[in-house]
């Protein structure tokens, strides 16, 4: 799954860690959702968009 | 629970971990004292014999809270995994290793081993697992 995450941190200055701080998960746990190799799960997805201030699909978007 | 988290849940899975290791060392200390020195039987010996077991396998129920209070998804399915790839790589040693046993006679392996052989190779795949991830 492809994700605006890197774009969206960097629109705000933020680092891994400072998402990771603010969605009280790892720095890791960041790192996986945003390098694709980790889908979250319906209610972090739903954190992100409340984080973001956006919706999950403008976070996410299906690869096919 | 990985090296790298420093949450609640992990440091509790730790500090768990750690008492019950201790708990271990000291129930085996004092089963085998209690062989040696009194040589039980009946039921006696049987509780005793089975004394060191119950923290080891109290080790794994450990785990199994630490997945239930994990509260990042992500270091939840890296211990699943874990998890997975040590019971995996047990059953895989175990097995080849009986085969062994019957067909060219190698040397008995002891079952109590099978609890070491799976820390073992969950301490080799967590750290192989987060390296995927890094």
């Given at each position: 799954m492809k994700n605006r995450l890197r774009v969206l941190r960097a629109e705000r200055d933020w680092s891994q860690a400072d998402l990771a701080q603010r969605l009280e998960v790892s720095r890791q746990s960041v790192n996986a959702?945003?390098?694709?190799?980790?889908?979250?799960s319906l209610p972090l997805a739903f954190k992100l968009a409340r984080l973001f201030e956006t919706t999950i699909e403008e976070i996410f978007s299906d690869e096919n | 629970m990985n090296c790298t988290t420093n949450n609640p849940a992990a440091k509790r899975f730790m500090r768990r971990n750690l008492i019950t290791l201790l708990?271990?060392?000291?129930?085996l200390a004092f089963s085998i004292s209690v062989f040696l020195h009194f040589h039980p039987t009946g039921v006696?010996?049987?509780?005793?014999?089975?004394?060191?077991?119950?923290?080891?396998?109290g080790l794994l129920a450990i785990f199994g809270l630490y997945l239930a209070e994990e509260k990042d998804e992500f270091q939840r399915s890296i211990g699943v995994q874990s998890m997975l790839w040590s019971i995996g790589g047990t059953l895989a040693v175990t097995n080849?290793?009986?085969?062994?046993?019957?067909?060219?006679?190698?040397?008995h392996l002891?079952?109590?081993?099978d609890a070491v052989i799976f820390w073992i190779f969950m301490g080799i795949s967590l750290p192989f697992l987060l390296r995927r991830y890094r």
């Open positions: 959702v945003e390098t694709g190799k980790f889908d979250p | 708990l271990y060392a000291l129930s006696l010996a049987y509780l005793l014999a089975v004394l060191p077991a119950i923290p080891l396998t080849i290793w009986g085969f062994l046993e019957s067909f060219v006679h190698l040397r002891n079952p109590i081993l």
